[in-house]
């Protein structure tokens, strides 16, 4: 298999950005609350990472693609000269300028777009960054998108993504409404990123780890995000009728005071490659 065989397998439907900046707008405060709360470990496993790698030094200019509120775009700019963090979601980059007013971190900006339609060219960013960073984004969904980390760069690249992920409930309720098991969805972006490099004349360093966490949402929101997540993952072309109604019915069955809870386990790749 040569490099137009991961070019063609991976591509990003660009209709469905506007679905997608819903979801994240959806989940802007969840994620903003969870990056409070969380005892910062795996932040930390991150940035020691790449500390190890002198990437994060004084002088270093940092992208940080899928920023969200800025858990890691925060981190970076105490130790970096100037960050960088971009998002899709208007939601997320509220949540992430406040926290940077919030902890008086004066080297970041934010920018609203989707980097996927982003042209490096027109914002001067070609071999701009010491590091572009992108950790559990979706926008990193294509060769194009990949390889345009490459060209942002002119020192090292930073990708997250899963490789297993297991959902039960969710994995649940998607038999129920559409009485099948979900497609696997995990995996793809790792195992295609890793070849694009490759085939591109890069060595990406490949390290996994294992992750177990928790959702608990009320039902009502609970059910806005099973509805968009199961309508992206069923692709036929028929749609089930009175979906939200089922899926309604199914997460009502199983909320306990009102909360829909949700247990995952995965295994994440961290890819790490050299400009």
Known sequence: MNIDYFTEAWKKDLSELAATQEFWNMRAD??????????????????????????????????????GPGRYTLEFAKRAKQVTGLD????MLKHATENARQQAVANVRFELSPWETLTLKEHGWET??????????PGISSSDSLLKMCRASKGACFLSSFVEREDELRDRLYQAVYG???????GKTIYYAFNLLWLSGYYPEVTYHDNEFEHAWPLTKAVGLYSHQLKHMHKATQTVEGIDEKITEYL??????????????SKTAWLYWRL
């Open 30 to 67: 969840e994620f903003n609350q969870h990056g409070r709360s969380e005892d910062g470990n795996r932040s930390q496993q991150v940035i020691e990472f790449l500390a190890d790698r002198n990437v994060l030094t004084a002088n270093a200019e940092i992208l940080d693609i899928g920023c």
């Open 88 to 91: 899709i979601s208007p939601n």
């Open 128 to 137: 701009k960054y010491d590091l572009v960073f992108a950790s559990m984004c």
């Open 180 to 186: 099948q098991e979900p497609a696997n969805r995990w």
């Open 252 to 265: 009502d069955s199983l909320a306990v005071d009102g909360i829909v809870t949700e247990k995952v386990r």
